[in-house]
């Protein structure tokens, strides 16, 4: 369920809303919700500061409901 709001947040931000892959992972630390979207719109899904980011760690941390959830946007210039 978070995976999917999640992918549906990002949609409405980006420009290659095609491109919007969201990851769920375990880990020990609770889950991750990993975010990959066009090298272009890298900076519309992080935004001026990381506002837009952490906007966006905000609802999902919400929609939760007390389970650690993180969320990592992963810049897909880097060697995966």
Request: net charge neutral; hydrophobic share 40%; charged share 35%.
């Amino acid at each position: 369920m978070l995976e999917e709001a999640l992918e549906h947040l990002v949609k409405g931000i980006v420009d290659h809303d095609d491109e919007v892959v969201v990851r769920h992972k375990q880990g020990r630390r609770g889950d991750l919700l990993e975010v990959r979207v066009h090298p272009d719109d890298l900076g519309r899904v992080i935004g001026r500061s990381g506002r837009t980011a952490s906007a966006l760690r905000t609802v999902i941390g919400a929609l939760a409901g007390g389970k650690n959830v993180r969320v990592d946007i992963v810049d897909t210039d880097r060697v995966r």
